[in-house]
């Protein structure tokens, strides 16, 4: 694996050069700044980058606008960017994620600690190129042997405030490990998502996903949160800035969105979804695996709630069919 790390500090740099030769199986290049790391990703012959170490605080450029700059190239636009720094303010947590971090780590770093990381990236990088070539593969409407496994999560592009499932559950066990005042967290599930999984190809689907994550995203403008599709047609958020959301006038909200938006599938005929939510979650002095706990707890309450509305429409139909 061909990592880039980015670091002001030549010490730091060092560290790092001595951590690939203590593991031995990856290749180390190496950038004093964001500008310097943009020249060797715009040279031509570079080659591909598997994964970006970024400080934070950096002269000119930092790393939470370099992280969004690596986001906006479509080579590395799900490519794992690990924070290495020494900022644990919650407002940089915040902006590095939001920004397309998908783990942080504060220095100083223990080797053990990092070597996790690393493997954790490893196995990001294997999946993530599966993933996406069963999903790009069928974007020909006659191609329909490639699948996307419902219970996946997706990565999801060009969406703000959106960020990959991975990213998030690292998001949640760093907030854990400070005060969690004001935040909340809270999920959405779309109705008869089986369906439609059945029904539409793996490109089709990944674009109803798209679809609906972009209506949600704009429906939740104003707030400060971080949203991410878990899958099984599960999109979990969480908020700050002490906002407890009333779900039922949301999901309103949202569903309304969805009815003045013209989604279709590849034959021209349009798609009508539309989401249940579960119960909102506040996460104030919950840590560790509480926090964890909470999020489950959203989730699968999103998911019951889109399950007893798919009950009740059959409930109603057996009751005319009985009268």
């Known amino acids: 694996?061909?990592?880039?790390?980015?670091?002001?500090?030549?010490?730091?740099?060092?560290?790092?050069?001595?951590?690939?030769?203590?593991?031995?199986?990856?290749?180390?290049?190496?950038?004093?700044?964001?500008?310097?790391?943009?020249?060797v990703l715009g040279d031509p012959e570079t080659g591909p980058i598997d994964c970006f170490m970024l400080d934070i605080?950096?002269?000119?450029?930092?790393?939470?606008?370099?992280?969004?700059?690596?986001?906006?190239?479509?080579?590395?636009?799900?490519?794992?960017?690990?924070?290495?720094?020494?900022?644990?303010?919650?407002?940089?947590?915040?902006?590095?994620?939001?920004?397309?971090?998908?783990?942080?780590?504060?220095?100083?770093?223990?080797?053990?600690?990092?070597?996790?990381?690393?493997?954790?990236?490893?196995?990001?990088?294997?999946?993530r190129q599966l993933r996406t070539k069963k999903i790009f593969a069928a974007k020909s409407v006659a191609d329909?042997?490639?699948?996307?496994?419902?219970?996946?999560?997706?990565?999801?592009?060009?969406?703000?405030?959106?960020?990959?499932?991975?990213?998030?559950?690292?998001?949640?066990?760093?907030?854990?490990?400070?005060?969690?005042?004001?935040?909340?967290?809270?999920?959405?599930?779309?109705?008869?998502?089986?369906?439609?999984?059945?029904?539409?190809?793996?490109?089709e689907f990944y674009s109803l996903i798209s679809d609906v994550a972009e209506v949600l995203s704009d429906t939740l403008v104003g707030h400060q949160f971080l949203m991410s599709y878990a899958g099984n047609g599960?999109?979990?958020?969480?908020?700050?800035?002490?906002?407890r959301p009333d779900m039922r006038g949301l999901m309103d909200q949202v569903n309304f969105e969805l009815s003045q938006t013209e989604l279709f599938d590849n034959h021209g005929e349009r798609i009508h979804p539309r989401v249940s939510a579960g119960a909102a979650v506040r996460l104030i002095w919950k840590s560790g695996s509480s926090v964890m706990d909470a999020l489950a707890q959203a989730h699968s309450s999103a998911e019951e709630a889109s399950l007893a509305h798919t009950r009740s429409l059959t409930n109603f139909w057996d009751v005319d069919q009985r009268a």
Request: glycine share 4%; proline share 3%; hydrophobic share 45%.
């Open 57 to 127: 605080q950096m002269p000119g450029m930092d790393g939470i606008e370099l992280a969004k700059r690596i986001r906006e190239t479509s080579r590395h636009s799900d490519t794992p960017i690990l924070m290495l720094t020494a900022m644990s303010d919650k407002r940089y947590i915040d902006g590095a994620f939001a920004a397309g971090a998908t783990d942080y780590v504060t220095k100083p770093f223990e080797i053990a600690e990092l070597t996790s990381r690393i493997k954790m990236v490893e196995g990001l990088a294997q999946d």
């Open 144 to 203: 329909q042997t490639s699948h996307v496994e419902l219970f996946e999560p997706i990565s999801i592009y060009d969406v703000d405030n959106v960020i990959e499932y991975t990213a998030m559950e690292n998001y949640v066990a760093q907030l854990s490990r400070s005060a969690l005042f004001g935040s909340t967290t809270f999920a959405f599930t779309i109705r008869e998502i089986d369906a439609f999984h059945a029904a539409l190809s793996a490109f």
């Open 1 to 39: 694996m061909r990592i880039l790390a980015v670091d002001d500090d030549p010490i730091i740099l060092e560290l790092l050069g001595q951590f690939v030769e203590i593991i031995g199986t990856h290749e180390l290049t190496t950038a004093d700044s964001a500008l310097d790391a943009l020249e």
């Open 234 to 243: 599960t999109f979990v958020c969480i908020t700050e800035s002490g906002w």
